[in-house]
């Protein structure tokens, strides 16, 4: 039986003593979810912040006014100082944020409609990665949980 990229996160969090915060924006809550779906989690997981508006970015993840402006919500900056945020809010050893453009609209030219940024922060690894989804605004949602979930996955299994 495979497990589910939420199961496969347990163990090496449980073994290493690891806490998890997630910082959403476009996924609206889904990875929290997800992640809350496996009995025993709150053994590991601290939480998270949904923090849609540039205000929430700024209140709650202490993403600067600087950083969104500069870069805009939809970058590398904003996702990686979401992850550091989220982990020092939520007192985490690991941060991950997810931060992009849902649709159907809200695109540029150079900021198309599935546009994702995934960033992780922990002591010893900080990186963010780019994607741009092809679905609807529900199936960006649930391709940007699976893969922030699945980059979770493949740091936490030393890949």
Request: contains cysteine; aromatic residues 6%.
């Amino acid at each position: 039986m495979t497990l589910l990229l939420e199961e496969r996160l347990a163990a090496p969090l449980l073994q290493r003593g690891l806490k998890l915060a997630v910082a959403e924006s476009c996924t609206g809550g889904l990875i929290g979810h997800r992640i809350t779906n496996i009995p025993g989690s709150s053994a590991y997981y601290q939480g998270s912040i949904t923090a849609y508006a540039y205000e929430a970015k700024v209140r709650l993840l202490g993403v600067s006014w600087e950083i969104l402006q500069q870069h805009g919500a939809v970058s590398s900056e904003t996702a990686q100082a979401m992850a550091r945020g989220v982990r020092q809010a939520l007192l985490a050893d690991i941060g991950l944020a997810v931060t992009g453009i849902a649709g159907p609209e809200g695109g540029l030219p150079d900021k198309p409609v599935g546009l994702v940024w995934i960033a992780l922060s922990a002591p010893d690894y900080e990186a963010a990665w780019r994607f741009v989804w092809q679905g609807d605004r529900l199936q960006n949602k649930i391709q940007s949980a699976e893969m922030a979930l699945q980059l979770l996955v493949e740091y936490l299994e030393g890949g």
